[in-house]
């Protein structure tokens, strides 16, 4: 499948044998940071997830946790192997739920209610592929094939394959948003609309064209990105829409809402600058530091990917470039060592242009490197901290309906007091009913605002744990790349030398 | 920069004692080793090759650099800064180098030429102990060369039609005209390819910086207590890493633009002047022929015979003087081509190979202190 694509992601290629010596260390560490962190409760329901690219670390990892360590030793196999365990091993997890009871009395119901709501930590592998065009001119589209393999019971079957346009990718990432934003999870990116983009595509007379061949496989690998890291958040792969659009073998009802210039479009786009004016006005008075520094951590880190990405993307240009000046400088060459009478340097010069030639190779898939591993990956995590920008939002937006509340039960309370004072008793029971019901919403509010923030505090340890893990991972998997490209480099020059010392 | 600054001690010494060993007579070897002065023109006798002048040397991309740099300071960190600059003093330094390694040699082919070691003017250059007073050429003399150029090329066009009487010059002319054209390509091209090649390395500076500004971050952050996180450890080592190998990309970067542009530089320069003198030696033929003609006519009409047979007789000579001196010059040129593109070629893939296998130590070393460190 990896073949097909062009040019092809490193990461992608990856098949699970590779996985387990990786996913043996990276899952005890995880391990040892969820016991030390006393915000991440739940081993169980939440288990450490690598949002690594892609069928990487992740699917294992989450299976390893739930068993025993004596099982998670033989469990460094394939999915299927670990998925067997875990139903061995409930006894072990009854004795580990008991045990993370002692230790934080005050969480227990919410944990208990979370695992027996997700209690899955089964593996999801997404693959998203052959984008074929569909139609012509103005009202063509892209579909891709949607592969998704598991061990997951609660899906339909282990191996699925559907096929969906990338407006059934944004309507799903709407309706995401909308269920679980409101609740503090992060929701994980998805690519944007491009007009410019889909206009060559439309426009494109096959699949020919380089530019649309590139803005099609940047948004095929995305789109995979996308999936394999909502399948990683076990609220999100409980999601009944989630699991219809893996699922469902018919074409979903189009998501007419996510066309660009829509109606809706333009409500959406509305409703998005009330917000943001809203935002500015009514700054929250924030008393729990934890969140004051966050909020500052988060600003920085996402100031400072920007800049990063940026410098990356002038790197992916240059090297590109470069590619095309040696080959252009290649053919050159060639030409020249035709001209050249000496037969010896005749011979020298036309291997020189081979040699760049070969060079220019390594340098194209140089750049494709460092866009789909580097640059990408940067871009993504600019997405997500959007996202969890987004769920601090709406933590805001729970805490001003609880003050609200606040403020109305108050009045109300006023209200009362004043009747009481007056002796006009005839609204005393519909104010008294009044209160009772704004009680009922302060309370509501306050738990609202509460439970927020505390699946915010643990969404954002996972993500930070995966951030690290995910940079960490992706960045060794670059600099390998870039030694094995010098290692070629020396293969091709020492290959030249001798053609070089024979010149006579 | 310390051990691995731009040049090694080494290599400039080897360049400012390299004497070319061309004839047999070695006995005046040329060196340079100060400040080099702008020559704009060396006048010498025609009736040779003129060995191709150094070209004036280019220091406005540095300075561009240097300006845009300047303007740039406020968006960069102090770090990223200082890294620029001092990328900019080794540009300029290699520049420099380069400038000063074709004015040696120019000048040693001048004191290698058996004619040219003689004249007047260069001895003068040589010794003269004060600063020279080069004048530079007035508009006269510099519209007046305009002038020559257009009527040569024209001249160049009508005489190169010309169909040789010597089989030997015929082929040479074309291998030259050709030859010229294709060194002329490769040279611009391979220009570009280092100019892209030294971007890369200056953007590796910033992506260095930026993995810095990261691992500034994780030490900041609320969770990690200790005294450098491991993650921020990280950053900082990749960041330190990416820094190195910029120094080495630019220094690929350099030596390519030494062994191969400049190379592709000078013999596209030298052709040309081969060109020239295969050029001067037509002109002198056709001269040679008008003048037989002419004395054919002046013995028909038996008018000015001996003014005739006077004119056809040093057109004769002329013409078989530049014969004789072109071949020789040919094949001097000849030999010293295929010399030169051995040795910068041989040079040039040693360089490669060398910069390349540190570039592997370096990442190999990196990546294995990272995957040390998984947690």
């Given at each position: 499948?990896a ?11 990856e098949?699970?044998s590779e ?36 069928a ?8 390893e ?6 099982a ?13 365990e ?23 119901d919410e ?8 209690g899955d ?12 065009k569909?139609?012509?001119?103005m ?27 990338f ?5 799903l ?7 679980h934003?409101?609740?503090g ?7 944007e609309k ?7 595509v ?8 380089n530019?649309?061949?590139e803005f099609?496989?940047k ?68 008393s ?10 988060i600003?920085?880190l ?11 993307e ?11 000046a ?20 005749s ?8 040699t ?13 490197t ?18 969890v ?13 609880w ?10 309370r ?15 029971p519909?104010?008294e ?23 915010i505090?643990r969404?954002?340890?996972?993500f930070?744990t ?10 060794i ?28 | ?15 400012r ?6 004839s ?22 025609v ?19 240097l ?7 406020g ?10 600059k ?8 290699a ?10 040699v ?31 050429r ?12 257009v ?5 160049e ?21 050709e ?19 030294k ?24 969770d990690?207590?200790?005294a450098i ?22 220094r690929?970067a ?6 191969l542009?400049d ?8 052709t040309?002047?081969a ?16 003048a037989?003609?002419a ?6 009409k038996?008018?000015?015979?001996q ?25 001097d ?5 295929v010399?030169?593109f ?18 592997v ?8 202190t ?6």
């Open positions: 499948m073949d097909e694509r062009e040019p092809p992601p490193l990461f992608e290629n098949d699970s996985k387990s010596p990786l996913e043996e260390k990276t899952v005890e560490a995880d391990q040892e940071v969820n016991l030390n962190d006393d915000a991440n409760d739940d081993l169980f329901s939440d288990p450490p997830l690598l949002e690594t690219s892609p990487e670390d992740k699917p294992e990892a989450e299976d946790d739930e068993s025993s360590p004596a998670e030793e033989s469990g460094g196999g394939g999915g299927i192997l670990d998925d067997v875990v139903q061995e091993e409930p006894p072990k997890k009854e004795e580990k739920k008991e045990e993370k009871k002692e230790e934080e009395p005050e969480k227990m944990e208990e209610e979370e695992e027996m709501e997700s930590t089964f593996d999801v592998d997404i693959t998203v592929s052959d984008p074929q569909v139609g012509d001119g009202g063509a589209y892209m579909k891709y094939t949607v592969v998704s393999k598991t061990s997951d019971p609660s899906f339909k079957s282990s191996e699925m394959t559907v096929s969906r346009r407006s059934d990718f944004l309507g990432h709407q309706k995401l948003v909308a269920f934003t409101t609740k999870h992060i929701v994980p990116p998805v690519p491009s007009v410019v983009g889909m206009t060559k439309k426009m494109g007379k096959g699949q020919e064209e530019n649309s061949l099609v496989e948004r095929r690998a995305s789109l995979e990105r996308f999936l394999n890291r909502s399948a990683a958040h076990p609220k999100i792969r409980a999601n009944t829409d989630f699991k219809e659009f893996l699922e469902k073998d018919e074409p979903l009802p189009k998501a007419s809402n996510t066309a660009a210039l829509s109606g809706a479009g333009m409500m959406r786009a509305f409703n998005k600058v009330m917000d943001s004016a809203s935002k500015v006005v009514s700054k929250m008075d924030e729990d530091q934890w969140f004051e520094e966050k909020t500052q951590h600003d920085n996402d100031q400072q990917l920007k800049k990063l990405h940026t410098s990356v002038n790197m992916v240009n240059h090297r590109r470039e470069l590619s095309n040696t080959a252009v400088f290649a053919k050159s060459c060639a030409m020249l060592g035709n001209a050249e009478e000496h037969t010896a340097l011979r020298a010069i036309s291997q020189l242009a081979e760049e030639e070969n060079i220019e190779q390594l340098q194209s898939s140089q750049a494709a460092d866009f789909y591993v580097l640059s990408e990956l940067l871009k993504d995590y600019i997405g997500l901290i959007a996202a920008r987004e769920a601090f939002r709406e933590r805001e937006k729970t805490f001003h309906n003050q609200t509340a606040q403020t109305n039960l108050a009045k109300k006023e209200q009362e007091a004043k009747l009481k004072s007056t002796g006009k008793t005839e609204k005393l519909q104010v009913q009044e209160i009772k019901d704004w009680q009922e919403r302060v309370e509501k509010g306050q738990r609202e605002f509460e439970a927020i923030s505390k699946t505090r969404e954002v340890n996972r930070e995966n951030r690290v893990q995910d940079f960490r991972s992706v960045i998997k670059y600099l390998e790349s870039l030694m094995e490209k010098q290692q070629k480099l020396i293969q091709y020059w020492e290959a030249f030398l001798p053609e070089a010392k024979a010149i006579a | 920069m310390g051990d691995d600054g731009l040049f090694d001690v080494e290599d400039q010494q080897k360049a004692t390299d004497s070319v060993d061309l047999s007579d070695t006995s005046l070897v040329v060196d340079i080793s100060d400040a080099l002065s702008e020559r704009d023109k060396v006048k010498f006798t009736h040779t090759k003129i060995p191709p002048p150094p070209p004036k040397p280019d220091f406005d991309a540095s300075r561009e650099k300006q845009k740099l300047g303007e740039g300071e968006t960069m960190t102090k770090e990223e800064f200082q890294k620029m001092a990328e900019l003093e080794a540009e300029y330094l520049t420099f180098k380069k400038t000063v390694a074709m004015h040696e120019f000048l040693q082919r001048l004191a290698a030429h058996p004619t040219l070691r003689t004249d007047h003017n260069f001895r003068v250059f040589l010794e003269y102990k004060q600063a020279l007073d080069v004048r530079g007035n508009k006269k003399e510099k519209f007046g060369s305009l002038v020559k150029l009527t040569k090329s024209v001249d066009v009508l005489v190169t039609g010309q169909k040789d009487v010597d089989p030997f010059f015929e082929r040479e002319r074309t291998f030259v005209v030859y010229h054209n294709k060194v002329k390509d490769s040279t611009a091209r391979s220009d570009r390819m280092t100019r892209s090649n971007q890369i390395a200056d953007t590796y500076i910033r992506v260095s910086s930026g993995l810095n500004a990261l691992a500034t971050l994780e030490k900041s952050d609320l990690n207590a200790e996180p491991e993650s921020a450890r990280f950053f900082i080592k990749v960041s330190e890493m990416f820094e190195k190998l910029r120094k080495v990309e630019a690929v350099t030596d390519a633009d030494l062994k542009s190379l592709l530089r000078y013999y596209m320069r030298d040309a002047a060109k020239d003198l295969l050029y001067r030696r037509m002109r002198s033929l056709v001269n040679y022929q008008n037989n003609k004395l054919e006519k002046a013995r028909a038996n008018k000015e015979v003014q005739a047979e006077k004119n056809q007789e040093e057109a004769c000579n002329k013409f078989e003087k530049l014969s004789e001196v072109a071949k020789q010059e040919l094949t040129y000849k030999t010293r081509r010399a030169a051995k040795k910068n070629l041989v040079e040039l893939a040693e360089l490669e190979v060398k910069h390349a296998k540190t570039q130590q370096l990442l190999r070393n990196t990546i294995a990272l995957k040390e460190e998984t947690p």
